[in-house]
């Protein structure tokens, strides 16, 4: 089943969260490691004010999560009114354009592998789509999804999603 998050037992999600970054960060990852439950705590207190807790999904067999998917609404339409500046005049704008955001961004997905390519991912991203345009959402964009994280870019085109634009990180090593 999947479930929107329960705002009444944030700690208790905090931890099904955590359970599924435990079991669930990709092998061909070699430089992420999951979390410590605090870091997931911190990042949970930074995103939770900024985020629609109808587009946060967690996955669950019986009682026991299994996967988890967060979009949040797109604060760069609103941060395009704003010229980069926080005047009194901003802020009133800020509160203005933050209740037309019809725009969400599919942030961070992860299923545990002995759950993916079960459903569980195209049952996450439904639900969000469901609870998304319920709420007046008429786009999303899976923006943070790594050019190679060739699985989830075929689980979101096999849903119906469309690569129209490649985000790329180049690294370069510079010695002293």
Do not use: C
């Amino acid at each position: 089943r999947v479930d929107t998050i329960n705002m009444k037992n944030v700690e208790g999600e905090i931890k099904a969260i955590k359970h599924v970054l435990n079991l669930a960060v990709p092998d061909e990852w070699p430089d992420m490691v999951a979390p410590s439950l605090e870091e997931v705590r911190e990042m949970a207190k930074k995103l939770l004010p900024v985020a629609d807790p109808d587009l946060i999904i967690v996955a669950r067999s019986g009682d026991t999560p299994v996967g988890f998917g967060i979009a949040l609404p797109d604060y760069n339409q609103v941060l395009i009114h704003l010229n980069g500046r926080m005047t009194p005049l901003s802020i009133l704008k800020y509160f203005w354009y933050k209740r037309k955001i019809n725009l969400a961004r599919f942030f961070i997905m992860f299923v545990v592998p002995e759950f993916r390519s079960k459903g569980v991912a195209h049952a996450i991203y439904y639900q969000t789509f469901l609870n998304g345009t319920s709420k007046g959402y008429i786009y999303g964009e899976g923006s943070t999804i790594g050019e190679d994280n060739a699985r989830m870019r075929k689980d979101i085109e096999s849903f119906g999603g469309e690569r129209y634009k490649t985000y790329r990180v180049y690294e370069k090593h510079v010695s002293g």
